[in-house]
């Protein structure tokens, strides 16, 4: 017998399973262009895989990044640099 | 990328990059086995889903079995695809510690991937077999006085064809030796330390570099157990003259969970380090 509200708990997957949690954040790595020298170890150890590498030059995805700090702490030449989200 | 952006898991928590690079290995025919752990939240939200494989959760003491189960069927619709069974510590070494060794004595044909963050963080850490010595957590408030359980050595003694410990901090090594188990037939274990920010009590940014200390200091050695042979990896392969590791108080002191223990206890740490090593060298 089939009822209406009968259906699968079968979940899709999809970006922002958690929500929005560049929401979360309290310090936002800022990358300094002309610092960067493409090494892609932040791009390696961002667990929220936000950043992108385009161009042998890094990219930050704000809309999820959780702003934990790890990219700025890997990268070898401290191109990236934590800022206050109030200022 | 196979785990996707935005999902539920701490800032800092290495999990949701270990699972993306045991997938971006083991490919789109995958299926993860996952019992109750922080893994649960992270792909379990009401939302959606991060992972772009299938997902089965699973009860606490029944993820090995449930992957055996998934793994028969597969072979008896003639589906080639690789069951890894991802489980947090607990649900290795304190809950599924029998239906682990279970499926290890049977030798199935599964992958089981232990991410060890060493207490029950998801509920509140919450002490575990696996939790260090000295450890603070909310049921250990002056420091566990017990070991840690040795569970790599335990899963390697039912004689399974590969056991393998890795490290987040060497991603490289730990893709190899995903890759390496992936072409095996049979039971293979992989064990995986991930720090954990707020159960470990230190700040988010510093993840990989306490991952990277535990390989230098020696309090995690990496190495494979390949059918009964053991053989030391990547940097722990330069780690087995004394002079070479770093003290392990380097390990401790960035670690709030390990600030209440005394000099003599990190003496005591160093000593059991260094014994441990001692017995690697006269395997190797």
Known sequence: MQH???????????KGAGGQTGTWRFVRPVVNLNKCIGCRAC?????????HVIDGKVE?????????????NVCPVKAILMEGEDQ | MMLMRGNAACPGCPIPREIDALL???????????????TSVIMGDTNGMPSSVPVVHSAFAAAPAIASGIKAALNSKKEDATVVVWAGDGGTGDIGLASLSGAAERNEDIMYLCYDNEAYMNTGVQRSGLTPYGAWTTTTPEG???????????????????????????????QAKVKKAKEIQGFRYIHLLSPCPPGWRFDSSLTIRIAKLAVETGIWPLYEIEKGKFRLTSLSKTLIDKSKRKPVLEYLKLQGRFSKMTSEEVKKLQNEVDEFWEEIQKID
């Open chain 1, 4 to 14: 209406e509200y009968q259906y699968f708990p079968i979940t899709v997957p999809g």
């Open chain 1, 43 to 51: 791009w390696m150890f961002c667990p929220e895989a936000t950043i």
């Open chain 1, 60 to 72: 930050v995805d704000y809309d999820y990044c959780k702003g934990c700090g790890i990219c700025a």
């Open chain 2, 24 to 38: 971006e290995v083991t490919g789109q025919k995958t299926v993860l086995v996952v019992p109750a752990s922080c």
């Open chain 2, 144 to 174: 566990k006085r017990e070991r840690k359980k040795p569970i790599p050595q335990i899963v390697a003694e039912h004689g399974v064809p590969y056991v393998a410990t890795a490290s987040i901090a060497y991603i490289f090594d730990y």
